[in-house]
Nanobody, 115 residues
């Protein structure tokens, strides 16, 4: 079983920055694709950004140019640097790992952006 532990959420004003981190352990393969998803109240969970073992990245259009995902394979850790935050970024952010079609999820961390 894969364990994913997130940290770094909080409350920030619009235009501010936050940095999220996620560390994987347990039956985690370094070759897993990892990423961040978010879910706002009353909405479906959506992709924010993903990164492969080789550091190929994918971003949602809504965060391109503002968010940066990075990865430290030696530490099984990913980070999400979020800049120029908007109230629409308010959501619970979930860390994800995917390997051979199997998803694992963290417990989620709240990000709230005030206007």
């Amino acid at each position: 079983q894969v364990q994913l532990v997130e940290s770094g959420g909080g409350l920030v004003q619009a235009g501010g920055s936050l940095r999220l981190s996620c560390t994987a352990s347990g039956a985690f393969s370094s070759f897993s694709t990892m990423g961040w998803y978010r879910q706002a109240p009353g909405k479906q969970r959506e992709l924010v950004a993903t990164i492969t073992y080789g550091r190929t990245t994918l971003y949602a259009d809504s965060v391109k140019g503002r968010f940066t995902i990075s990865r430290d394979n030696a530490k099984n850790t990913i980070t999400l640097q979020m800049n120029s935050l908007k109230p629409d970024d308010t959501a619970v952010y979930y860390c994800n790992s995917r390997r051979n079609g199997i998803d694992s999820w963290g417990q989620g961390t709240q990000v709230t952006v005030s206007s």
